[in-house]
């Protein structure tokens, strides 16, 4: 059956809102564990399933971005770098709402969600190994941290694989380099070549090319000023995190036996891109 043929086959029956966005099978989705269920679970379900769409949407936008910057596109990597920036807008946003909900209502449903854990989330360690990460613990789920693997990180399962794909992958900054390379900066051999499975750390030569790509250059200054407006965004929606779980939980351990609030904030003040944040000092 040729391309057409089967696109004329699939679409037999007429398209509809619900049948295009699966709508019946989306709602069916939310599925309680408590007694009851309690009331607030809902909440809870929803905008942590909320978040894995965007988290999806963030890997598909971050490949296309990258796509964009080796392919020299200065104006279409400007227009994925704003949306993702939006997105990230979008999940702090979120924490509006699930702060919504009290210790008390959370603590009424909580006991049910056994070992499950956000630090689960396969597809936020995807995303930090695109933008850098190369930490076994990426792909470990943090396991010697005492929360516990998520089952879905199990060795060779497919959540797993694409975390570690990522890794060993370039990661956004190595096209940003590309990008600037392309573009006739002055970027040292040794990092457009470096070994991308080993994590990215700042460089005095590459803050002084960045120094004249903003002087001198202004279609690459807005990209990375819109790569910091990214990292920021990143570093905004921990920050959030971290006031959310500790308002809800306080000091106490986290679901599934994670490490809770002292972990997250371990983590906060790291820039992604460490080399745009070092020169605001030299301009």
């Given at each position: 059956?040729?391309?057409?043929?089967?696109?004329?086959?699939?679409?037999d029956?007429?398209?509809?809102y619900?049948?295009?966005?699966?709508i019946?099978?989306?709602?069916?989705?939310?599925?309680p564990?408590?007694?009851g269920p309690?009331?607030?679970?809902?909440?809870?379900?929803?905008?942590?399933?909320?978040?894995?769409?965007?988290?999806?949407?963030?890997?598909?936008?971050?490949?296309?971005?990258?796509?964009?910057?080796?392919?020299?596109?200065?104006?279409?990597?400007?227009a994925?770098l704003?949306?993702?920036?939006?997105?990230?807008k979008?999940?702090?946003?979120?924490?509006?709402?699930?702060?919504t909900?009290?210790?008390?209502?959370f603590?009424?449903?909580?006991?049910?969600?056994?070992?499950?854990?956000?630090?689960?989330?396969?597809?936020?360690?995807?995303?930090?190994?695109?933008?850098?990460?190369?930490?076994?613990a990426?792909?470990?789920?943090?396991?010697?941290?005492?929360?516990?693997?998520?089952?879905?990180?199990?060795?060779?399962?497919?959540?797993?694989?694409?975390v570690?794909?990522?890794?060993?992958?370039?990661a956004?900054?190595?096209?940003?380099?590309?990008?600037?390379?392309?573009?006739?900066?002055?970027v040292?051999?040794?990092?457009?070549?470096?070994?991308?499975?080993?994590?990215?750390?700042?460089d005095e030569?590459?803050?002084t090319?960045?120094?004249?790509v903003?002087?001198?250059?202004?279609d690459?200054?807005?990209?990375?000023?819109?790569?910091?407006?990214?990292?920021?965004?990143?570093?905004?929606?921990?920050?959030?995190?971290?006031?959310m779980?500790?308002?809800?939980?306080?000091?106490?351990?986290?679901?599934?036996?994670?490490?809770?609030?002292?972990?997250?904030?371990?983590?906060?003040?790291?820039?992604?891109?460490?080399?745009?944040?070092?020169?605001?000092?030299?301009?």
């Amino acid at each position: 059956m040729s391309g057409n043929q089967d696109g004329e086959a699939r679409h037999d029956k007429a398209l509809t809102y619900i049948s295009y966005l699966k709508i019946d099978e989306l709602l069916d989705l939310q599925q309680p564990e408590s007694t009851g269920p309690e009331h607030d679970e809902m909440l809870f379900i929803i905008i942590h399933q909320t978040y894995e769409l965007w988290f999806k949407q963030l890997l598909h936008e971050a490949a296309a971005l990258q796509a964009a910057l080796e392919a020299g596109e200065t104006h279409r990597s400007l227009a994925l770098l704003g949306r993702m920036r939006t997105i990230m807008k979008t999940c702090v946003g979120q924490i509006d709402i699930l702060e919504t909900m009290t210790p008390l209502q959370f603590n009424s449903f909580r006991g049910f969600l056994q070992s499950s854990s956000g630090f689960q989330s396969a597809q936020f360690r995807e995303f930090e190994a695109v933008l850098g990460r190369r930490d076994a613990a990426a792909a470990d789920a943090d396991k010697n941290s005492g929360m516990g693997m998520a089952e879905h990180l199990i060795y060779g399962s497919p959540a797993r694989s694409r975390v570690e794909a990522a890794m060993r992958r370039p990661a956004l900054w190595d096209s940003v380099l590309r990008y600037l390379a392309g573009r006739g900066h002055e970027v040292p051999n040794d990092l457009l070549y470096r070994n991308i499975e080993v994590g990215y750390h700042s460089d005095e030569r590459v803050q002084t090319m960045l120094l004249d790509v903003h002087r001198n250059d202004p279609d690459a200054a807005a990209v990375c000023e819109r790569l910091v407006d990214l990292d920021e965004g990143l570093q905004e929606w921990r920050y959030r995190h971290v006031k959310m779980v500790e308002r809800t939980i306080g000091r106490k351990t986290g679901t599934g036996g994670s490490p809770g609030v002292d972990y997250l904030a371990s983590t906060l003040f790291r820039p992604v891109f460490a080399d745009l944040w070092a020169i605001r000092s030299k301009f």
